[in-house]
């Protein structure tokens, strides 16, 4: 390689991604130089690390860019403050990082799984899935974690070599494992275990803050539930007596604190008892990052509340019947008449049935293109959809 500026900071040659790896990583992450590779297999870059190449090709993806578009709870039209897919995976993987730092696990790797975690969500979230789940029942179902592993394996095409993305084993075997969590003999490695942690401490807390913030919730009920109630009584004890956005907000702040702080603290232990020596060794104890008993049961009780009082609210459930029927409609449409379809879609019918690209196709769609494709399919509605949407 040659010899870049930086490699002469601090007046020593920079080292390569596994020396480095090698210097900074705790014996029990995943190293770099132990990567069982690609499923088609390439050379090495001469100065980014496999997990660092995952992450990159990750973020250059068509399905990276649409997360931007995608519902995470809340549609675009209750305001803009909301989480979106792509925001909510920058703090799944900004809260992944702190944890693999302190852990000194590998944080390209846990970047690379976190931008991919959410990667397979329709248009619309849980609506959207649970509407495509129905209409490919007979092909097997679908969920958004088997497609984000439909998306990076065959369905991105960036490139000449290979069909997909060709991350690493490690990346595809992270997400595989959220599918089947347990699948017998082995534990996912750590770096898996901080993203799934992650995902939880961080959906707990944002779905909490955008339901306040579109009124469909208030401060003082939320106070009511265990962990929000002692997170405010924690803020408290600091002396800070607040009210309203600004108690909200330190409070929100507590909870992620608290949570990374609770799960550090047990997995710094496991960990120093257990004297791992390897991310294998690691693979056959039971799960490290994993919150405490109290907190998991104080966590349990929020999303209990937050299902029946947030996810099943009546304007986000009218969202949803819209939302499914026009998916719905979409689907038979397709299915019905293949030429409405893309080029590559129609294609790709002749291999996967003309069911599943269908489904591949929507699933691909932004809210804001469902939304387009739909009024370009049927223009003034569909029955039991009252009028598509405008302006869009
Ligand atoms: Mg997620």
């Known amino acids: 390689m040659a010899a870049l500026a930086r490699d002469f900071f601090m007046g020593t040659r920079l080292s390569s991604t596994e020396e480095r790896e090698q210097a900074l990583l705790a014996p029990y992450a995943m190293h770099s130089a132990q990567s069982a590779g690609r499923e088609h297999p390439e050379p ?3 100065y980014r690390g496999p997990f660092q190449r995952d992450r990159d090709r990750i973020t250059h993806s068509a399905a990276y860019r649409r997360l931007s578009c995608k519902t995470q709870v809340f549609t675009g039209e209750l305001g803009d403050y909301h989480r979106t897919r792509l925001t909510h995976t920058l703090e799944v993987a900004s809260v992944a990082r702190t944890i693999g730092r302190a852990l000194a696990l590998n944080e390209d790797l846990i ?3 976190a931008l991919v975690h959410d990667l397979g969500h329709p248009p619309f979230g849980h609506a959207g899935e649970d509407l495509l789940d129905e209409c490919l029942r007979d092909e097997g179902g679908f969920s958004h974690n088997a497609q984000a592993l439909r998306i990076v394996r065959e369905l991105e095409t960036r490139y000449h070599d290979f069909p997909g993305l060709n991350l690493t084993r490690e ?3 992270g997400q595989a494992t959220r599918i089947a969590h347990d699948t017998g003999q082995q534990r996912p490695l750590l770096e898996t275990q901080v993203v799934e942690a992650a995902d939880s401490i961080t959906y707990d807390t944002h779905d909490a803050d955008d339901a306040l913030e579109f009124g469909l919730l208030a401060l003082d009920e939320l106070l009511t539930i265990d962990l929000w109630a002692e997170a405010a009584q924690r803020v408290r004890q600091r002396g800070a007596a607040l009210e309203g956005g600004e108690l ?3 409070v929100l702040h507590e909870l992620i604190d608290w ?3 609770d799960l550090l603290d047990r997995a710094s232990q496991r960990l120093a008892e257990g004297r791992f020596d390897s991310a294998q060794a690691v693979r056959q104890a ?9 907190l998991a049961a104080r966590k349990k009780d929020l999303e209990g509340f937050l299902r029946s009082r947030v996810y099943q609210h009546p304007s986000v459930l009218m969202h949803r019947r819209e939302a ?7 689907f ?4 019905a008449q293949s030429e409405l379809l893309p080029e590559s879609f129609r294609r790709r019918s002749s291999v996967v049935g003309i069911r599943r690209s269908v489904g591949d196709y929507l699933a691909g769609m932004t809210d804001r293109f469902a939304w387009r494709e739909y009024k370009r399919l049927f223009g003034n509605g569909v029955p039991g959809l009252e009028t598509p949407k405008a302006d869009i």
């Not at 039971?286 to 109290?294: C, F, G, K, R, W």
């Not at 499914?324 to 979409?330: D, E, K, V």
């Open 44 to 46: 090495d870059h001469p």
């Open 248 to 250: 909200r907000r330190a």
């Open 259 to 261: 949570q990374v702080s």
């Open 286 to 294: 039971e799960l490290i990052i994993v919150a405490s008993e109290d």
């Open 171 to 173: 990346v595809l075997e």
């Open 111 to 113: 970047e690379a799984l």
């Open 332 to 335: 038979e449409a397709f299915v």
């Open 324 to 330: 499914q029927a026009a998916l719905r409609a979409m």
